[in-house]
């Protein structure tokens, strides 16, 4: 089984090099900044994941994965903030092209960065990886491009994921998914129908999250029923609750509303795990609580603040930009780490500074990414769009 891939990220509010055709409301600033400190505690539990040897009791950053079903909340209730009033002017194909746009050039960029440190990743992790023509790696990195996932006969490291060359795109497949059903049909609900299906997401959440071996909402990274009916579990009630949170406008006032709401989006993704082996049900009762009434508490104290400034809200706006771009493409070093610590055996206290000049290198690909490669394809792609 391989280790946690987790996370999304999708900030519809373009970069200070402002886009053409982008949406011109205010930004969430607040929302943007606990995207990147979601972003960040993602990095810093897989590095972390390295030396758990698989086993969740043992991770350090314990419930980092739940960064995604953050990014699933944030990403419902920024959807539906940018384009719920626009449907009167706006087609099916032009929100799709809006939210390729907005997504794919950064999914292509990580599959390359996959491919590129592919063969650098080779060892006992990741014996697959030795016997990979360079053909079939070429195959998948292009398959990956399209975001269309693949099964155990193009698996080429041995993890079992929907992404071999860069595992985190998993929830960006559950993340266009959940637009298309948006599109399709969830917009045109009203509040309390959406509420009904909210209210039945939430015990699907449930359901998966004490019933599961794993102890937990750890899952969705391969395409098998079991791990798409993760998947599914963990996109859909985050992803309706963030459409109706914005729909209802219960913002949450309060002063210093960055520091606070990151000291607790921290505190629940890095608490230790609860329970114990013979009941790993009384973690899955946790990591639904943190699903269902944590993280709406703190995107709507977070929305309380749309514009403001400050130091911290600075801090905010770099982060928020970075995001995504850290999120995509931070994967294919821990590969390389991975593979190194296991392969020599490396102890912690010579992994950690390593681990370290890795959260480092990834923020500077990620910003690379952002400046010389993201920002100008959007501004292109809108340019003739």
């Known amino acids: 089984m391989p280790r946690i891939a987790g996370e999304l990220a999708t900030n519809e509010n373009p970069p200070a090099a402002s886009l053409p055709s982008m949406t011109a409301k205010n930004h969430y600033v607040v929302l943007d900044g606990l995207r990147g400190v979601a972003s960040l505690t993602v990095v810093a539990f897989h590095l972390c994941e390295t030396y758990s040897l698989g086993d969740p009791f043992a991770q350090v950053i314990n419930h980092g994965y739940l960064a995604v079903d953050f990014f699933f909340l944030l990403s419902g209730f920024v959807i539906a903030y940018a384009y719920d009033d626009r449907w009167a002017s706006m087609s099916q194909w032009g929100f799709y092209k809006r939210r390729l746009i907005r997504l794919q050039p950064m999914i292509i960029m990580g599959s390359i960065i996959g491919a590129l440190s592919f063969y650098s990743q080779a ?23 399209t975001l269309v996932p693949v099964g155990s006969s193009l698996d080429i490291r041995g993890w079992t994921e929907m992404y071999p060359l860069n595992g985190p795109a998993w929830s960006l497949f559950f993340e266009y998914v959940a637009n298309i059903l948006y599109a399709v049909g969830i917009r045109k609900l009203s509040n309390r129908v959406l509420g009904v299906l909210v209210l039945l997401a939430a015990c699907f959440l449930v359901g998966v999250a004490v019933t599961s071996p794993r102890s937990g909402l750890i899952g969705g990274w391969s395409l098998d029923p079991q791990e798409l009916h993760i998947g599914f579990a963990r996109v859909l009630f985050p992803f309706f609750a963030g459409i109706l949170l914005m729909r209802s406008g219960r913002h949450i006032h309060i002063r210093h509303a960055f520091a606070i709401c990151s000291l607790v989006l921290v505190c629940a993704l890095a608490l230790p795990r609860f329970g114990d082996p013979q009941h790993l049900w009384i973690n899955g009762v946790y990591e639904s609580v943190c699903v269902i009434l944590i993280f709406p508490l703190v995107v709507a104290m977070g929305a309380g603040e749309q514009q403001a400034n400050g130091a911290s809200i600075r801090i905010a706006q770099f982060f928020g930009d970075l995001s995504y771009p850290l999120y995509i493409t931070h994967y294919p070093l821990i590969y390389v780490y991975t593979s190194w610590v296991t392969r020599d055996k490396i102890p912690l206290a010579v992994g950690a500074p390593v681990g370290a000049l890795v959260l480092i290198t990834s923020i500077a690909i990620a910003y690379a990414s952002l400046k010389l490669y993201d920002i100008p394809v959007r501004r292109w792609l809108n340019g003739r769009s």
């Open 123 to 145: 060892g006992p992790e990741f014996s697959a990886i030795a016997a990979t023509p360079v053909s079939k790696l070429l195959l998948v990195m292009l398959i990956g491009f």
